[in-house]
């Protein structure tokens, strides 16, 4: 099982995936997930990227199979930036094309803030760069995990992340079974440390070639936020995907591909 040392505290799990000609170098695609999510979220994206490139996917910290960070800690977009940082010097991966979902995309903006030499393009499926004080529907997400569990949220929730009457009754199950199986202290801190969350200031700064694709349904991301980060982001490229929720990296993979 690929996993690396990062540092005292972090342990982190990575598929690695090449199917390229054994005689070439390909450049190296990214994929990073959100929260309560893992490598295993990018299954569609994997097999396709991986005939003309690396692919590495690794697990955050709290996530998957990496390390669970005790109760207590303080959780950092700046922090999650430097473990991918350190992953790719385990690597010795100098420059990636990074894509990623939801808070990965929030993390990612940070990445390409703090470190933009270690990239060749950056894409965002439905990734926020601002979130706001309170959930749109005015629900406590961290709440419902805390009180009720992480797999009854994400069950509760799922409607929000996938379409149930549109995609395979498989993959709903497979969201919300996956995603519970997240630990509590992990959903409950993570969820609570975004809400505010707000890298306007940073995302200004970045001059990585930027692809935004968006969900014209999400409630987590709306259609308006990726506007606003679209014209944050000079030169960058919005797409809309109307009539779907906020994961179009599962519902719609080969589009987003």
């Not at 199917?19 to 990018?42: A, D, M, N, Q």
């Amino acid at each position: 099982m690929p996993t690396t040392t990062i540092n005292n505290s972090l342990q982190m799990y990575y598929e690695d995936d090449c199917f390229v000609k054994p005689w070439e170098t390909p450049e190296t695609v990214v994929l990073l997930h959100g929260i309560t999510r893992s490598s295993k979220f990018w299954y569609a994206w994997a097999p396709v990227l991986g005939q003309e490139h690396r692919v590495v996917r690794p697990d955050m910290r709290g996530f998957g199979r990496s390390s669970v960070m005790p109760e207590g800690w303080q959780w950092s977009v700046t922090t999650l930036a430097q473990d991918l940082r350190s992953l790719l010097d385990r690597l010795g991966i100098d420059q990636v094309h990074l894509v990623a979902e939801s808070f990965g995309g929030t993390v990612s903006l940070q990445f390409a803030h703090d470190y933009p030499e270690r990239l060749f393009t950056l894409t965002l499926c439905g990734g926020p760069h601002r979130f706001p004080k309170q959930h749109p529907d005015g629900e406590d997400w961290a709440q419902m995990c805390r009180e009720r569990g992480v797999e009854w949220w994400a069950k509760h929730t799922v409607g929000t992340r996938v379409d149930p009457a549109r995609v395979d009754p498989g993959l709903v199950e497979f969201y919300w079974r996956e995603m519970g199986k997240t630990s509590r202290i992990t959903a409950v801190a993570i969820l609570s440390y975004v809400l505010g969350l707000d890298l306007s200031e940073k995302v200004k700064k970045i001059r990585t070639p930027t692809l935004i694709l968006n969900a014209g349904r999400s409630k987590q991301n709306p259609p308006d936020n990726a506007q606003a980060l679209h014209r944050l982001i000079p030169g960058s490229e919005l797409v809309i995907f109307e009539d779907v929720p906020q994961h179009i990296h599962s519902s719609m993979p080969q589009e987003c591909i």
